[in-house]
């Protein structure tokens, strides 16, 4: 009956809102909590926010700032402020578990999906202005009086992944899809491990960090200067799911000088193809 609302700033400012809903004759939408901190020295480009995979429950942000680092902030405010807005000065718990440069430029978006097995970690990707995407797994801990760790428990970067910035990157379990400036739309596949990669960046035991691998070739988007996308779902469906022995099939949007949509479907070979797109009215 309540959801979290997150946005960020140009300034490097965060701002989230606990908003409940009334559900009567009519709905309603009312504000419950708020709170605002700083989480970027630099332009703040990026927000997720997902649970954390703690005890607690509490809502987190992932920030992707403009030199390059990504920030894990945590929310507690926003469930602990019985009913009144409240700043996060008036809180007593640290808003920053983490803060770890990925890229050698701003990163653009970040994408969470849960790591299998691992119910404390998370995997996160992110697009980078560097032409790379980045692959961190992040482990949760929490202790006593609501306090949480975070640690990067290994990452790597895609280099080139595109020609250009990279500006979206989206999970369509067991798939990532990627936007780049470049008007491409590329599909990885996900490799739990593997072998050494020489000349590439990374923290700590880049040996057992998930790798990428493209499954099909890219889709040249008909927007122009695209800059994001959206998915129906962050899952395809399986040939059981579906009902049919096409296989599972994802819906997306793509925004940028004109809007796209079109669907990707996966195949009985476990890759991706290319559905029908459709261009929109260009803006």
Avoid at 18 to 38: D, G, K, M, Q, Y
Avoid at 105 to 112: I, M, P, S, T, W
Avoid at 114 to 134: F, K, N, T
Wanted: charged share 15%.
């Amino acid at each position: 009956d309540s959801l979290v609302l997150m946005a960020t700033t140009s300034s490097g400012l965060l701002y989230g809102w606990r908003l409940h809903i009334i559900a009567s004759a009519e709905v309603h939408i009312v504000p419950t909590s708020s709170v605002s901190v700083r989480v970027a020295s630099t332009a703040a480009l990026a927000v997720r926010g997902v649970m954390a995979p703690v005890a607690q429950e509490v809502s987190c942000a992932l920030v992707g700032s403009a030199d390059g680092t990504v920030s894990v902030n945590g929310l507690f405010p926003l469930h602990a402020c019985g009913g009144h807005p409240m700043t996060l000065t008036d809180a007593t718990v640290d808003c920053m578990w983490l803060s770890v440069h990925l890229h050698e430029a701003g990163v653009n978006d970040l994408a969470v999906s849960p790591c299998r097995d691992r119910a404390e970690q998370m995997l996160v990707a992110s697009a980078g202005d560097d032409q790379c995407i980045g692959l961190a797994v992040l482990e949760f801990a929490s202790g006593a009086d609501r306090h949480v760790t975070v640690r990067v428990v290994m990452s790597r970067l895609v280099m080139g992944a595109h020609g250009s910035s990279v500006r979206s990157v989206r999970w369509a379990s067991p798939f990532l899809l990627s936007l780049g400036l470049d008007r491409r739309l590329r599909v990885w596949g996900l490799d739990e491990c593997n072998h050494s990669e020489p000349d590439t960046p990374s923290h700590e035991s880049e040996q057992k960090c998930p790798s990428l691998r493209e499954v099909v070739a890219p889709h040249v988007s008909g927007c122009t200067e695209p800059v994001s996308m959206s998915l129906a779902a962050q899952i395809f469906a399986t040939e059981e799911d579906s009902g049919t022995s096409a296989g599972g099939h994802c819906a997306l949007l793509i925004a940028g000088r004109g809007l796209e949509l079109m669907a990707c479907r996966r195949t009985s070979t476990a890759t991706c193809e290319r559905g029908v797109s459709e261009q929109g009215a260009r803006s």
